[in-house]
């Protein structure tokens, strides 16, 4: 038998240290981005979002950092996906469904007709004290980083199977679907009554008249076929439609000054072509809604302010009840230009 020589040997073992080496920067460098909804650009705003963002952070840190898509909730439900990011190196975009059971002030900003426009829904969360104590809180309670607050379809609108809904009253005796507890308490404001349905299962439960109505916004209303079983349409502009970019603390707290600049400066830039995208496309979507059967309901300023007066305080009782601080919806309703509505 040949027995090697040391030097050789060396050689050797300094070629195995440097093929685990690169494999442990390869692993180290290679970032999960978890979402729900599916890998279509034209559909699903949140995977324009993850697939730009991919882009401009291997673009910016020379390749250093790279992202994998895991879109359709591939790596799990929501809560699974957040102790994903809180636990392990990831990126995770996370719906309220996600972040409300941990940071449920939230709920806050999803006050129901907070903002005018997509100008101001922008104002409040890249620039209010509301937002930043809200990305605060989640740091503190879990060391997890709240990178941005992604638009993902623009303003949720109702729709129903019923009749058309012009005001307030048009609700009574209707059944929703909610989203969450903060809607359930929207509808019954409104004189309906609503239940909590996955969106997942929301398809078939308005096509079997589990619920007559739902809301989102047309892009929602699109990626899951619900004109197909939805004959009306009413433009509220109720909530603006947003979800959250996480990034785990310790492996953000860990990149180099140079490289954390780099993924902020990629979050803003990729939030700022999905607002783009998302808001030059409104109009074309709610005329395919249109085209496709539904019939579209505009409500007059009358009508929006008759909303207003009925799903404005109802929505606050319920964020009292809940035992959100008195101080966050002081200074949510502050940073939204709606101090007048404290005094109510």
């Known amino acids: 038998m040949r027995i090697p020589t040391l030097h050789n040997a060396l050689l050797a073992v300094a070629a195995t240290g440097m093929f685990a080496t690169a494999s442990l920067a390869n692993a180290a460098t290679t970032i999960n981005l978890s979402y729900n909804g599916p890998p279509d650009t034209d559909k699903n705003a949140v995977h324009l979002f993850a697939s730009n963002l991919k882009r401009l952070v291997e673009e910016k840190t020379d390749g250093d950092i790279q992202l994998k898509l895991y879109p359709n909730s591939m790596l799990g439900e929501e809560q699974e996906r957040m102790e994903q990011v809180i636990n392990s190196p990831s990126l995770n975009i996370a719906s309220f469904a996600g972040l409300s059971p941990i940071v449920p002030e939230i709920y806050v900003s999803a006050i129901p007709f907070l903002f005018e426009d997509y100008d101001a829904a922008h104002r409040f969360f890249d620039e209010g004290d509301y937002w930043s104590k809200v990305e605060d809180t989640l740091k503190e309670r879990t060391g997890a980083e709240l990178l941005g607050v992604i638009e993902e379809g623009g303003f949720l609108d109702f729709t129903n199977s019923k009749r058309p809904i012009s005001s307030p009253d048009d609700f009574d005796g209707l059944r929703f679907r909610a989203m969450d507890p903060s809607q359930v308490a929207l509808y019954e404001a409104f004189g309906a009554s609503g239940t909590p349905i996955p969106w997942t299962d929301t398809y078939m439960a308005l096509k079997t008249n589990v619920a007559d109505g739902q809301m989102n916004p047309p892009m929602y209303i699109i990626m899951g076929s619900l004109y197909e079983v939805q004959k009306y349409l009413t433009l509220a502009n109720v909530q603006y439609s947003d979800q959250f970019l996480i990034a785990n603390g310790s492996w953000y707290d860990g990149l180099s000054e140079e490289d954390r600049q780099a993924i902020d400066a990629a979050v803003k830039e990729a939030n700022a072509l999905n607002r783009e995208d998302v808001e030059k496309r409104v109009d074309e979507r709610i005329q395919f809604l249109a085209d496709n059967g539904m019939q579209v309901i505009e409500p007059s300023e009358e009508e929006l302010a ?24 002081k200074m949510a309703l502050e940073d939204a230009g709606q101090g007048d509505l404290l005094a109510d």
């Open 306 to 329: 008759a909303f207003r007066e009925k799903g404005q305080p109802a929505y606050l009782d319920w964020l009292r009840q809940k035992d959100i601080g008195e101080e966050w919806i």
